[in-house]
């Protein structure tokens, strides 16, 4: 390991200015949304305080793939025809665009690749959870393949450095990307983007599923099928060659996911199949 | 500069010299065909290997060849003068072997080189398989194929 890296990365992680911000109004609605006595109308009053927010956020509400129809024109209109937590889904979106819509070097990811990818996976990750009878965290699904990935922001940077090594090392140990990139630097990108979402004050299921979407199996029971179902789509988003970067499919698809959900391989393929169609959904929110 | 042309998931594209075809794959393939003297081509990028008859031939190994070669022998090539280069069909790292999805990527390289041996089309290159997504680059000034997968380029020339 190189522990001059793994000081680098640390003093990053210590010092919060130095990792990604987005708008605090993400963070509000998140919680805003899971407390049962907070009224609708306080949670759109927060949301119309970020002016610039709330012009992206009507813009997403009218796209293809959130529009009912109607056209919406104020965020109280939108909680009303969407729903909160369709809204909620929609801030989040609008609020990571910029942390997430850029070239990430380490990863050969051109600019918009990892945004394309993260939407694609929200896309899908909501699919999955419909087929398989767990709407009730559709939503959370959603969130949680937008930002599955962020922590690549910030190691991109080291990755470009030590790529060499990191694969040098999955090809002789049969190990994991991930696990090569946390044996090279101290830290992978599921870690880091653990510590950034502890910074947005996002909450634990979604830490979760940041910090363990390549190993659903390690994550705490509770998450276990929320974890499972980013995983799969974030599997099949990469073998459809969507945010593929340099890391490849030196993953694994995990047993324990696909048990989870009790996905059959008749599932699983036609979910590889639908691909096209889940694209084509993305690109309305792109 | 030559015209870029982006080629999506299960699309096709086609065209003449000096056009550059594009796509990105993991365990789709992607089939570069071209003719030498006419200096037309086109790339299919498929996502599955067996069309079970949904209206989306572009998206499967055994429908899109045959259309691919149709699209480009309207274009002007001759079929006899036809050869193809594959590439893609990665699989993941790590999966059990009773999980059908792990196998995609070969299965979709097997049918693809079927399909273009029934078709009679010499496949003269490919580099399929292993665990890297793959960029190509298909030039159609001289038919050679540029393949970026893990930080390292690749070029394959013959025609």
């Known amino acids: 390991m190189h522990a001059h890296i793994q000081q680098r990365i640390q003093e990053i992680i210590n010092n919060l200015d130095r990792l990604p911000s987005i708008p605090d109004v993400a963070s509000k609605v998140l919680t805003m949304v899971n407390d049962p006595d907070v009224a609708f109308k306080a949670i759109a009053d927060e949301i119309s305080k970020d002016q610039a927010i709330t012009t992206n956020i009507l813009k997403l509400c009218n796209s293809a793939y959130f529009s009912k129809g109607k056209e919406i024109s104020s965020i109280d209109r939108a909680i009303v025809t969407l729903g909160i937590k369709e809204v909620k889904d929609i801030v989040v979106v609008a609020a990571t665009r910029e942390v997430l819509n850029k070239i990430i070097v380490g990863y050969d990811l051109a600019r918009g690749e990892l945004w394309k990818h993260g939407i694609a996976v929200a896309v899908l990750s909501k699919r999955i959870a419909v087929l398989k009878n767990k709407k009730s965290i559709a939503d959370i699904a959603f969130t949680g393949g937008i930002i599955h990935d962020v922590g690549k922001t910030v190691l991109a940077l080291f990755v470009q450095n030590t790529f060499k090594e990191i694969l040098e090392l999955v090809q002789t140990r049969q190990i994991q990307f991930a696990a090569a990139e946390k044996e090279i630097m101290g830290f992978d990108h ?35 099928p929320i974890v499972s179902i980013v995983h799969i789509a974030n599997t099949l988003c990469l073998m459809a060659g969507v945010g593929i970067g340099a890391d490849g499919l030196y993953h694994e698809l995990s047993d324990t996911a696909i048990k989870t959900l009790g996905l059959t391989n008749r599932e699983l393929e036609q979910l590889y199949g639908d691909m096209p169609q889940v694209l084509n959904q993305a690109s309305g929110i792109l | 500069m030559n015209t870029l042309i982006n080629v999506g998931v299960s699309q096709m594209g086609a065209s003449s010299s ?121 030039f159609l000034e001289d038919g050679r194929m540029k393949v970026k997968a893990g930080g390292q380029e690749k070029l394959y020339y013959k025609v």
């Open chain 1, 190 to 224: 599921q870690e880091i983007g653990e510590n950034i979402l502890n910074k947005w004050k996002f909450p634990e299921v979604l830490r979760s599923i940041v910090r363990h979407h390549h190993q659903p199996d390690k994550a705490p029971a509770e998450f276990l």
């Open chain 2, 18 to 138: 000096p056009t550059v075809l594009r796509t990105i794959l993991g365990s789709c393939v992607g089939i570069c065909i071209y003719d030498r003297m006419k200096k037309v081509g086109g790339m299919a990028h498929i996502l599955l290997p067996n069309n079970p008859g949904d209206g989306n031939p572009e998206k499967y190994a055994d429908s899109a060849i045959p259309l691919l070669i149709a699209r480009l022998v309207r274009d002007g090539a001759n079929k006899e003068f036809l050869s193809a280069k594959l590439a893609g069909g990665a699989s993941m790292f790590k999966f059990n072997a009773s999980v059908t999805l792990g196998q995609i990527g070969e299965r979709n390289v097997e049918e693809s080189k079927k399909i273009l041996e029934k078709s009679n089309i010499p496949v003269l290159e490919h580099d399929t398989g292993g665990n890297t997504g793959r960029v190509i680059d298909f």
